[in-house]
């Protein structure tokens, strides 16, 4: 039989695919027998491995995993990669070398481990990574496994297509499904989890039987919480040089409670420790800031900071540290909280950082930024940025966005103190003059005593205020708690 009529009776038992995808299946699997197939030799085993025989009558209906059972012969099956394993070398009892790739299939009945060996497992391999995608397998058999599991085993008789065109995907489990939680890590003893990387990786080394061995410790973090990953050996290596924002999959990871209850996952031998990429959400800029914005992320530069102190939530003590901070586009105010907080009071001014996983919120009047326990913070020393614009006095019209203003002190008011919801407060104020407008600045608490030692003719740059009052052309300008105020010889 010609290859078009074995082509032609394909296409007639599966309608599903077209003849493009069918000819270049051919050619796929010539290129597997480096050339030695024929167009006829491939098209009749592309027939073999789609259950068709040449006469156009299927053979028997494949099986689902909860049906597999230990001595089964000539299995067939569809399954969505969960764990890819990497190849493996071993020597047989003979003292022949060979190698053998493991994956753990699942359909919507169940999970089973399969082993593919020999020259299967080296073909299979050149299809790159295979995790999460569908595969569908022939003539496979059924052995006990060690744990008393069936397993699932493909040997010379054996075969296996990746992406088979004529399988509909969405009536798989999505990998999703088996990826856990890390809240819910307490109770499990193997778990898969991806997490975000919160903290740098710490590596030491230790003495063992075969030498030195090494150890990388990273704390990862979702949306339910937070874990500390353990990596040993060969695998401490793949996250030595990760950083934060980074995203790592750990597969089949054992799962233990570390000193002071706190919740580990730890790599072992059959552990597949992926470095999935680098976090990619988009650096939002503070411009672009609106309320109801989660899950963000943000590289700015500190301009000011208030001390570390801490405070009572929910009836818990926490710690808590502000910051002035600023981009190109503008200002805002960050507020740090728990270890974060630590973090950033070690941080010095004009530093840049990088926040993943900060949330917008509305401060009073303005757009501002929380970081939480979920969000991580990277010191960026390659990173320059340029600072936010200045406001010309006559173009200040908008009193929901911080401003930078600077000019010339043409009058200064002493300090005086004012009772404010029962609060005694310092206030003082200047007026600045830029390019023949000009504006009142009211200074609150600190900042009073400091704009009250400025003196008239002096040029000054003040971070951080916003549009009190305007009426006509007197504008009116108020401090918050952040403001900095920058002397001409301090910039």
Known sequence: MKKEEIISKI???????????????????????????????????????LLIDLTGKLKPIEV????????LNDVTLT??????????DFIKSNGEKNVVKKLLLADETGIVQCLVWGEKALTLQKNGKLQDKIVKIFHAYTRKGLNTNVELHLGVKSSIIVSPPDVHEEKFPKLTKFINKI?????????????????????????CE??????????????????????????????TNVKIGDTIQVMNGKVIVGVGDSIEIHTEKQTVLTIIAKETNEIL??????????????????????ELKTVKVAGKETLIVEALVGDETGLTIIT???????????????????????????DGKFIALTAGKLSAINLETNIILVDPPKTKINEIMNGNKLLIVEGVVVDVSPVKEVIVKGETIKVSSLTLKDEGEQAKITFWREAADEASKIKVGENIKVLGVFLKERKDKQVELSSIRLTKILRKNRY
């Open 210 to 239: 075969f030498g030195v061995g090494k150890v990388s410790r990273v704390k990862l973090f979702d949306f339910t919480g937070e874990v500390t990953l353990v990596a040993w050996n060969e695998q401490a290596e793949k996250i």
């Open 285 to 306: 800029k503070i411009s672009n800031l609106k309320s109801g914005i989660k899950n963000c992320n943000i590289t700015v530069k500190v301009f000011k900071k208030s």
């Open 79 to 88: 399954a969505r990669v969960i764990i890819d394993w990497p190849i493996q």
């Open 336 to 362: 740090f909280w728990g270890e974060n907080a630590r973090l950033i009071a070690n941080i010095k001014e004009n530093d840049v950082i990088t926040i993943v996983n900060a949330a917008v919120k509305v």
């Open 11 to 49: 296409l007639l038992c599966k309608p599903g695919l077209t003849k493009e995808e069918l000819e270049k299946l051919i050619e796929e699997k010539k290129r597997a027998y480096s050339g030695l197939l024929s167009d006829e030799g491939a098209a009749r085993l592309i027939a073999q491995e």
């Open 183 to 207: 809240s819910e890590l307490r109770n499990l003893n193997k778990a898969n989890i991806i997490g975000t990387v919160k903290s740098q990786p710490k590596t030491s080394t230790f003495k």
């Open 64 to 71: 689902k995993i909860k049906d597999l059972v230990t001595g």
